[in-house]
């Protein structure tokens, strides 16, 4: 029940953050996208190849999350 409520609360979340703007351009869409799976890749990186590749990696997905909002 408890990984019920806790995966209801991450997808509103989410939801909330990645639609919450309709007037985006293309760029920032694409943008917004990637940098997602960039920073999901990045938890990646740092479990398996090391914290400073997770975190420069995690930088970069920021970056374009930042630029995307």
Do not use: H, K
Request: with cysteine; hydrophobic share 60%; charged share 10%.
């Amino acid at each position: 029940m408890l990984d019920v409520v806790a995966e209801l609360l991450l997808e509103l979340g989410f939801d909330r953050f990645v639609g919450s703007g309709d007037n985006r351009t293309t760029a920032q869409q694409c943008c917004l996208f990637v940098g997602v799976v960039v920073v999901l890749l990045a938890v990646a990186l740092a479990v398996t190849g090391g914290p400073w590749y997770g975190l420069a990696a995690a930088l970069v997905g920021v970056a374009l999350i930042v630029y995307g909002r």
